[in-house]
């Protein structure tokens, strides 16, 4: 049997990869698996969680997996892409995939031109209908510094850890990211000593790749990548 573990990103919950694990649900017979880190979900409580416990949550869940499946499969969204990349390093997975994943964050560039179109949404009153806002006023408002210096601790641990993943590694990227630039793509795909690897920019996505206008291309990509073709298995 394959099994896939998905995780999502930092402040996120399971949504943010579920349309990529749904795709995959219906293309396989696999077993697909998306947990929820610790602090993480519909309702956030991050004060006193650490990132060795969103990585140890993984591990646990990376083990259960293997335990049960001859091949594993790791798929990391944002700052899951830095878990998934631990999990790489040190477990037997057979193919990994990176979404947006946060080795390098904050593409000021983009991110001002988010502001920008929010700010303008503000002042015609249309605040409530803005994409952005939308998805981060309560993440704003409910993650605490500590949890925001646990990530930087977690992309700090993690990054020395691609130069050592030899796993065929699969990098997508969107173009107008505001949170994680281009720049950590082509960090990740430079560092990377694995033979097999592949960087793929998606034009207009932003941070939440999986949900962006373009993911059936993705989600193309992405599978063709895990099983070296396009039939349904």
Known sequence: MIGCLCIHGFT???YEVEPLAEYLHEKTTWKIV????PGHGETLSLKGITYQQWIGHAEREMKNL??????VYVIGFSMGGLIAAYLAEK???????LLSAAAKYINVGQLLKDMKEMWKDARNGKLSENELFLRYKSKFLLTPI???WQFRKMAAYSRPLFSRIQTPTFIAQGLADGIVPPKSAEYIY????????????VPHAKHHICHTGE???????????LTGSS???
């Open 12 to 14: 996120g919950a399971p």
């Open 34 to 37: 998306v947990p929820t880190l």
């Open 66 to 71: 293997l335990s049960e499946c001859e091949t």
């Open 91 to 97: 477990y037997p997975v057979e193919k990994l995939i």
């Open 146 to 148: 500590s949890a925001a």
């Open 190 to 201: 430079r560092c990377l000593p694995a033979h097999q690897k592949e960087i793929y920019y």
């Open 215 to 225: 993911k059936e291309r993705l989600f193309e990509k992405v599978f063709t990548f």
């Open 231 to 233: 039939r349904v298995i």
